[in-house]
């Protein structure tokens, strides 16, 4: 063991413990997968990631990405996370304002919006999820038929299984069960559009619960609800999901369901205030930015 430099830092939020918080070893070197993976596990966080010197020369740093089950080829706040802290502890890009991280699924470009982070979303690709998957999902999440306007198997290096519902409402009220998604091995993801025309009164006289989720300060403009279940991978419900949002994005804004630039809250059911922005640039290729906080710097025995 070796005492390495460490963060712990809270993503998609610009007020501490209220976004997705992130452990990061800014020195990874010598550690092999089963150090990374005990460290992950005992961190009982969604990701915990570990630096390292690239090996690609036009990248900045290398990042292995690791949940509590396993590791990730790509993960978004992860992205943006490590990226936060690299800057931090004194990081230097090659290029001002533009910074590459390698990771599993190859390069990915991540620029300083202001004080904000932003990468690009890596490519994916969609497909049509089988009709006994969707069936056996429905079920698990305690969905009817009608409630499910779309589905797609979206896969940018994790695989989720998006569903688009009928609105917000519908993916803040849900009560999934855990064991089923579990067993049924597919991370799933949810999403509906904010409802634009009801009354700030008629939704804070909802549950409690909902009346929390739909507190928007005046200036927030939220598009999109988002929820995340990662069962198979130890994960019941992740607080706020870049890689998902990423491909919710990808899918979503082509076919004219949200603008090329809008704002997506994950993480309310949890007690969060995850806040992801999107934005679609005119090559076509989206961004997804977030705030992030640094809670904990310190060292760590690895």
């Not at 992860?78 to 502890?89: D, F, I, K, Q, R």
């Not at 993480?267 to 005119?282: F, K, M």
């Amino acid at each position: 063991m070796k005492t390495r430099p460490f963060k712990q830092v809270d993503v998609f939020t610009a007020r501490p413990y209220a976004g997705n918080p992130l452990a990061v070893v800014l020195d990874g070197s010598g550690l092999d997968d089963a150090a990374m993976q005990a460290f992950a596990k005992w961190t009982n966080l969604s990701e915990t990631t570990f630096l390292l010197p690239p090996t690609d020369p036009s990248a900045d740093y290398r990042v292995r990405i690791f949940t509590p089950g396993g590791e990730l080829p790509f993960a978004g706040h992860p992205t943006l996370g490590s990226c936060h802290a690299w800057l931090e502890a004194g990081g230097r890009p090659g290029s001002p304002g533009r910074i590459v991280q390698q990771c599993a699924t190859g390069l990915v470009p991540i620029r300083v919006d202001g004080e904000r982070l932003a990468f690009a979303a890596p490519p994916s690709r969609r497909s049509a999820p089988s009709p006994s998957m969707l069936a056996k999902v429905a079920a698990a999440l305690g969905l009817k038929a009608p409630q499910i306007v779309a589905a797609q198997l979206l896969d940018n290096g994790p695989v989720w299984l998006g569903l688009l519902l009928s609105d917000a409402d519908a993916v803040l009220t849900l009560k999934p069960d855990h064991r089923m998604l579990r067993e049924l091995g597919q991370k799933v993801g949810v999403a509906g559009l904010a409802a634009r025309d009801e009354p700030a009164t008629a939704l804070i006289a909802r549950s409690n619960r909902e009346a929390r989720a739909f507190a928007r300060t005046p200036a927030e403009d939220i598009a999109l609800e988002v929820r995340a279940f990662a069962a198979p991978i130890g994960v019941d419900e992740d607080p706020v999901t870049g890689s998902f949002n990423a491909s919710l994005a990808q899918w979503l804004i082509p076919e004219g369901h949200l603008p090329a630039r809008y704002l997506a809250a994950q993480g309310q059911c949890l007690g969060r205030e995850g806040r992801v922005h999107v934005q679609r640039d005119d090559e076509g290729q989206v961004w997804i930015g977030g705030d992030s906080v640094t809670c904990i710097d310190g060292k760590v025995s690895l």
